[in-house]
């Protein structure tokens, strides 16, 4: 499986984007349906942070404290795609975005896109 993440941008405090991630590259006959996908964010000298995660089979969603409230997560069944929209972004919020993906049976997330920069102006 290869992610695809994009959307990235400069904005003000207080404006929203939508990132996205494409899944592409599932074996003939095979869905995204028993994967989940989380979005990570890493700003220079802090440790990588969870974001949110979407159950692709039932749209259940997970997401870090720092977002609850702010980051609604979403997919497109029919295009392998997950978006994060991010609403009333804060500086704080500056990192690159970084979308994964795991096999609903496995713990950890295996398979990794590469990040998209999203910087918050205040």
């Known amino acids: 499986v290869q992610l695809q993440a994009s959307g990235g941008g400069l904005v003000q405090a207080g404006g929203s984007l939508r990132l996205s991630c494409a899944a592409s590259g599932l074996a003939p006959g095979h869905t995204f349906s028993n994967w989940i996908m989380g979005w990570f964010r890493q700003a220079p000298g802090k440790e990588r942070e969870f974001v949110g995660s979407i159950n692709w089979s039932i749209g259940r969603t997970i997401y870090g404290d720092s977002v609850t409230g702010r980051f609604t997560m979403s997919r497109d069944k029919a295009k392998n795609t997950g978006y994060p929209q991010m609403n009333n972004l804060k500086p704080e919020d500056t990192a690159i975005y970084y979308c994964?993906?795991?096999?609903?049976?496995?713990?950890?997330?295996?398979?990794w896109g590469q990040g998209t920069q999203v910087t918050v102006s205040s």
């Open positions: 994964a993906a795991h096999h609903r049976a496995q713990a950890e997330y295996t398979h």
